[in-house]
């Protein structure tokens, strides 16, 4: 599978932004699907993921009830909601993919599949 994110952008703390992540292929409704992010000098970090059905979802406790991560199946495409931004959420933003199961979905060595990621910057 190939994935393409997009959304990303500048915006002041307090604002909101909504992330996309479009999967090539016909089996996208079979994949576990997260998003990561990554700022300056930083490891890569979890933030959400979401079951192939998008009944299960859990999040990182820094973005819980902040960010909310939904699936379109029919659309193959992923996407995360991001409120209440601020400037430490400032990274690039992952989308990732996989078909294993039993995997850390937390750890980055969970998936297989990544997206070329996308910048989102908060202001304070």
């Known amino acids: 599978v190939q994935l393409q994110a997009s959304g990303g952008g500048l915006v002041q703390a307090g604002g909101s932004l909504r992330l996309s992540c479009a999967a090539s292929?016909?089996?996208?409704?079979?994949?576990?699907m997260g998003w990561f992010r990554q700022a300056p000098g930083k490891e890569r970090e979890f933030v959400a993921a979401?079951?192939?059905?998008?009944?299960?979802?859990v999040y990182a406790d820094s973005v819980k009830g902040r960010f909310t991560i939904s699936r379109d199946n029919a659309k193959n495409t992923v996407f995360l909601q991001m409120n209440s931004l601020q400037p430490e959420d400032t990274a690039i933003y992952y989308c990732?993919?996989?078909?294993?199961?039993?995997?850390?979905?937390?750890?980055?060595?969970?998936?297989?599949?990544w997206g070329q990621g996308t910048l989102v910057t908060v202001s304070s």
């Open positions: 990732a993919a996989d078909l294993r199961g039993n995997v850390n979905y937390r750890a980055p060595s969970g998936y297989s599949y």
């Open positions: 292929g016909r089996t996208f409704s079979s994949y576990i």
């Open positions: 979401v079951s192939q059905a998008g009944t299960g979802t």
